[in-house]
């Protein structure tokens, strides 16, 4: 299931030092960009995530442009890629400022060729066109994002599955075994590794996979009815009372 | 920093004042001069020179003028709330009508003899000039640096001070200075991102703006600089939690400190939240716009609600907010709720100057309430949603048609969205960067932000042509849906988990307080399960909604009935008597002699 938004603006995992600069006027503070990059940087380590701790990274970018560091912006882009059907990619993009930094790098800037492809990888998950998303990931065109970015990244092509199983956990009651496949990118013995670590069964005769039961694959028709609150009525109510 | 340009000015001055005017008559009609002893002997001496021109210009500042500016001054040298209002809402913007509509107000310089050179009141005054300026003149680029400089001073004066200013302002002022401020923002950066119109000496002082580095005019650190000081020297996020945890006035008092008990303070400390919440939407920031909310409680019970225009700002932001969080039903009922507060505020503020404002941040917000309602249909309010189809009727009709609608959300989004900034200037100290940059201009900020929307839109846009074939059934093979689709069978599955992860959202449930928080809810009445080729589908009905009609219309009765109570007996009926300007209320009340047309009144509410 989805984490409740509260852990989205407060992960539990956040040290209060993150956040006391994320939650006070010290954001602002440039000489604190070290401290959220370096946090990004364990956040790709360890699998955690911490979104509105990155949007504070890319603040100080949007209002220093000597900052400006393309890896960082890429990898909190990737990041944010994980954490699909949530904003989080779209909110980072609103932060980048349209603009060139402010001082030449001493190496070409990798990140105008790599931005559109990233938008592309975003608008695939987004659409849940997991196959074209694999497809287009494992692109030869996409070898330096995976060889300098995602390769770093602890976890991402499983954090991409888990995009595609949420998906697929709300959607279906039972799913082939290929269609899966396709959408995890995963076959024979990987496929059911990983199917047997979600603690799905799969019913080998059939090649079907059994979704567990839970409130978005569950449906029924009801009826809503109309609910009238009683302080809808309470100027009704206390005019009556003043005509008596 | 001033210095160099009052020089500018003072050279602009002479340059004009050719004329000959007996020196000795001018000081003698000003009788102030002792107050321009402490200036350095060259300054004093073209001061001297601008005293000749002023006198031309003073004495052709209309008499009625002048008593209004004394009599202002008064109002404010007494602290008296009351006449200060009347002033500041009527006054001001009679005289405006009557000799400013098409040019400035006299300088504050010129006016200064009548206010004994009262420096507060000299800010007060400029901070109208401006606004003035800014809402009638197109402002020139001394306009934008002085406005920033004064609204620098006003702050410095409040914040700076020794301890607390014991001045008192009506809240609609002290609303209008933190508004205009951001305003004048967010002005400035759209005028500072036009390179291409910039005429030689603005490109120069632009330059010479862009090198003093830390003290950039209008920087957005320098805006939000002002908005958390006096946030933080109000204590005012201290104070919204003591009344939230229903501490008594003293335990306030104590928790809020000197500055935090006088509501000049307090107010500004809470329009500056505001401010801080349109500043980040301004800026692309929509999830920090929410979180400097996160102690304001929004409802209309809410201490700060006096203020029309900050209610309704507040509203327009949060729920624009909201659809960039792509929480659509928690920006329906933000922009439902205002919509109809302003709908009952309606009669009371035909005749208040921002009358205006608050129906143009209304009609957009109309506008931003179709897409929602175009991308997560709900039949929350069927009077709006109504109001909507009026105004927006034929866009709404396109949005609601998958991808073919996307030209309407671009043209409803376009006139709605806030008036995006970027938060750096091009690059005027550099000469070759700026050539560069007009050639290749960035993104505006606008079209950035529409582009993001519109890929949210896109991901969405299969969701009405699926429904409309998924509400036909109650199962249905994928491989035959497919076929009616005329698509893929396995693209046609991958669609329709767009189509679910479409029909879930975060939203805010009851109890939750703070605006970024909720829960996944169900936002479809039609919901869909796939169970592996076959598609089983189910519908919620909602039942007809009958409450909302009765209740207003049995308040209308209500308030028919005391109408009648209060009138006088008929002598004699005259029929058609009800004069052309009486509201279908008034003429209803009017009416009832004739009972055949007793049931006129329970119609145009219906």
């Known amino acids: 299931m989805y984490p409740p938004p509260s852990e989205w603006v407060t992960p539990p995992t956040r040290p209060d030092l993150i956040e006391n600069l994320v939650s006070g006027v010290d954001r602002y503070n440039p000489s604190n960009v070290g401290i959220l990059e370096d946090y990004l940087y364990h956040q790709i380590r360890t699998q955690e995530y911490d979104c509105l701790a990155n949007l504070a990274i890319l603040k100080l970018y949007q209002f220093n442009a000597q900052l400006y560091n393309p890896d960082v912006i890429i990898n909190i882009l990737v990041k944010a890629l994980t954490n699909v059907p949530f904003p989080d990619f779209n909110l980072s993009i609103a932060l980048l400022d349209a603009r060139s930094p402010a001082a030449p790098l001493d190496e070409p800037d990798p990140f105008p060729t790599l931005l559109p492809h990233l938008v592309s990888l975003h608008n695939l998950l987004q659409q849940c066109r997991f196959p074209a998303f694999w497809a287009l990931y494992r692109s030869d065109e996409l070898e330096s994002l995976r060889d300098n970015y995602t390769v770093e990244v602890v976890g991402f092509e499983d954090a991409i599955r888990d995009v595609a199983v949420r998906t697929v956990k709300a959607t279906f009651q039972r799913i082939g075994k290929k269609r899966l496949g396709s959408y995890l990118d995963l076959e024979d013995a ?50 009556a009372m003043q005509a008596v | 920093m001033s210095q160099p340009r009052m020089a500018l000015w003072a050279a602009e001055d002479m340059e004009e004042d050719l004329q000959d005017v007996d020196v000795n008559l001018a000081l003698g009609n000003y009788g102030h001069s002792e107050l321009y002893d402490e200036g350095a002997p060259t300054l004093l001496a073209m001061q001297h020179q601008k005293l000749l021109a002023n006198e031309e210009a003073f004495a052709a500042i209309p008499d009625p003028v002048k008593r209004f500016i004394v ?17 500041y809402e009527s006054g001001w913007n009679r005289l405006t009508e009557k000799y400013y509509s098409k040019t400035e107000w006299p300088d504050a310089d010129l006016i200064a003899p009548l206010v004994n050179n009262d420096p507060l009141f000299l800010i007060l005054y400029r901070e109208l000039y401006y606004r003035h300026i800014y809402s009638r003149i197109q402002p020139d680029i001394d306009d934008r640096f002085h406005s920033y400089e004064n609204s620098c001073e006003l702050f410095n004066y409040l914040l700076n001070s020794d301890g607390p200013v014991p001045l008192e302002l009506p809240e609609q002022w002290l609303w209008d200075i933190v508004d205009e401020f951001i305003y004048q923002f967010q002005s400035f950066c759209v005028w500072r991102s036009k390179v291409k119109s910039k005429s030689d000496e603005e490109l120069l002082l632009l330059s010479e703006a862009s090198q003093e580095s830390g003290l950039q005019v209008w920087s957005a650190y320098s805006v939000l600089n002002v908005l958390y000081s006096l946030i933080q020297k109000s204590k005012i996020n201290e104070y919204i939690a003591a009344q939230q945890q229903g501490k008594s006035e003293e335990e306030i008092a104590e928790i809020v400190g000197e500055y935090g008990v006088l509501p000049l303070y307090r107010l500004l400390g809470y329009f500056s939240i505001i401010g801080l919440l349109r500043v980040h939407v301004l800026l692309g920031d929509f999830t920090l716009a929410l979180k400097v909310m996160e102690n304001v409680e929004l409802n209309q019970k809410a201490p700060f609600t006096r203020v029309t225009a900050c209610h309704v700002a507040t509203y327009y932001y949060v729920g624009f907010c909201y659809i960039m969080l792509r929480r659509y039903p928690d920006a329906i009922r933000t922009f439902v709720t205002i919509l109809n507060f302003i709908l009952r505020m309606r009669q009371y503020h035909t005749r208040s100057y921002q009358y205006d404002q608050i129906n143009k941040t209304a009609d957009r917000m109309y506008a931003l309430f179709a897409i929602c309602n175009a991308l997560s249909p709900s039949r929350l309010d069927d009077n709006i949603a109504n109001i909507v189809k009026d105004r927006y009727g034929e866009q709404f009709g396109k949005m609601s048609r998958g991808e073919e609608g996307i030209p309407a959300f671009e043209e409803l989004f376009t006139y709605a969205c806030p008036k995006f900034i970027s938060a750096n200037p091009p690059p005027y100290e550099d000469p070759e960067a700026l050539t560069a940059y007009v050639e290749d201009s960035p993104q505006e900020p606008a079209h950035r932000h529409l582009t993001l929307f519109l890929s949210d839109v896109r991901a969405q846009a299969i969701v009405p042509t699926m429904r409309s074939f998924l509400k036909l059934y109650t199962s249905l093979d994928a491989a035959k849906l497919a076929g009616f689709l005329d698509a893929d069978e396995e693209e046609m599955v991958q669609q329709m988990m767009a189509v679910k992860s479409a029909s879930r959202c975060i939203s805010r449930v009851g109890s939750d307080k703070d605006l970024l928080d909720g829960q996944m809810i169900v936002t479809s009445d039609m919901d869909f399960v796939i169970n592996e080729n076959m598609v089983h589908i189910s519908e919620s009905t909602v039942g007809r909604r009958f409450a909302g009609w009765f209740i207003r219309n049995t308040e209308h009765a209500q308030r028919v009935l005391d109408g009648v109570r209060a009138s006088p007996l008929p002598a004699a009926p005259k029929p058609a008597s009800a004069p052309a300007g009486v509201s279908a209320e008034d003429g209803a009340v009017a009416k009832p002699a004739a009972p055949q047309k007793s049931v006129a009144w329970a119609k145009p509410s219906a």
């Open chain 1, 190 to 239: 990987d496929f059911d590794a990983y199917v047997e670590k979600l603690g799905w069964k799969t019913d080998e005769s059939t090649g079907v996979v059994e979704v567990p039961s839970n409130p978005d694959n569950h449906i029924s028709s009801t009826i809503v009815q109309e609910d009238i609150k009683l302080p809808q009525l309470s100027k009704i109510i206390s005019h």
């Open chain 2, 71 to 87: 009599h202002f001054h008064q109002a404010v040298l007494k602290n008296n709330l009351a006449e200060i209002t009347v002033a």
